[in-house]
């Protein structure tokens, strides 16, 4: 194949890389999913990527930044010709509710991200949550909320992805007639508009209280899933994550046509 061909492995580029999937294929090979900083998400073939120490000198670590070098072109499946680690986190690969959350954090990425489409933002958001959990351990967390406290930076990180790609609806007016709610009313939602949807439009399952409407609005909420420990173990608001929870859902459910599994018990 000419892909393996020298002058074509010449033309290669660099990116810094997050890895979202790996499955092995053959003998020693490697398809994997990356996120990257320069091309969005593409998927790759890593040719001897379980054999060579030299060109993939790291493996292909899902929770790590990488500086790869990938064939150029848009092809749908493109040679990973070299990986090396760029940034390494340590703590987030010690730590379970870490790697549950990044596991569904990366999942989101490969649902939602289109192919070929750089998002750079997005990938310093993800370079910036691998940051904030690998400066503490989920078991800083209090205890008798960590389940809820996970809950809420993963909503706050979903709220976020939605939101940089366009998808997390207006929460002030009905998606369907566009009457606007009062700031202290509760909204009810539903995964066929997937955003509010009044009374008069049919109403929804998921009921939206007014605090909770006003929180998730708040532009700091799309920000919320960079609070260092510290910090999110004094949130004020615990009563109203397993609120948050369905809401989120029912957005997620509206973007992908896909259900969304929790990795906490609420
Ligand atoms: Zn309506």
Same mark, same amino acid.
Not at 26 to 41: C, K, M, N, P, Y
Not at 44 to 70: C, D, E, I, Y
Not at 133 to 141: G, R
Not at 231 to 260: C, D, F, N, Y
């Given at each position: ?51 060579? #120490? @030299?060109?993939?000198? *790291?493996? !292909? ?7 790869? =070098?990938?064939? +150029? ?107 606007? #709610? @009062?700031?202290?009313? *509760?909204? !009810? ?7 509010? =949807?009044?009374? +008069? ?66």
């Amino acid at each position: 194949m000419a892909s393996g061909s020298p002058s074509r492995a010449r033309s290669s580029v660099p990116t810094r890389a997050l890895v979202l999937r790996t499955t092995d294929y053959r003998d020693s090979d490697r398809i994997a999913v990356l996120f990257t900083e320069q091309f969005g998400l593409v998927h790759v073939l890593a040719r001897g990527a379980r054999k060579s #120490a @030299r060109r993939f000198a *790291s493996g !292909l670590p899902a929770f790590a930044v990488l500086q790869a =070098r990938l064939s +150029s072109g848009t092809a749908e499946l493109r040679n990973l010709q070299s990986a090396s680690m760029d940034m390494g986190y340590p703590t987030v690969l010690g730590d379970l509710e870490w790697m549950r959350l990044l596991g569904s954090a990366w999942t989101a990425l490969r649902t939602l991200l289109a192919p070929h489409q750089p998002e750079p933002e997005l990938f310093q958001s993800c370079v910036d949550l691998l940051q904030v959990l690998n400066s503490h351990t989920s078991q800083e967390l209090p205890e008798r909320d960590r389940n809820d406290l996970l809950s809420w930076r993963l909503c706050s990180w979903l709220v976020h992805v939605l939101g940089q790609l366009g998808q997390w609806p207006d929460l002030e007016k009905c998606a369907t007639c566009g009457r606007r #709610a @009062r700031p202290d009313q *509760s909204a !009810l939602m539903d995964s066929r508009s997937g955003g509010l =949807r009044c009374r +008069s439009c049919g109403g929804g399952s998921v009921r939206l209280a007014a605090n909770l409407r006003a929180k998730l609005m708040a532009p700091t909420f799309q920000s919320g899933f960079k609070i260092p420990v510290p910090e999110l173990s004094m949130l004020e608001h615990v009563p109203l994550i397993p609120q948050a929870v369905p809401v989120v859902r029912t957005v997620w459910e509206h973007a992908t046509g896909k259900p969304l599994t929790w990795p906490w018990e609420l």
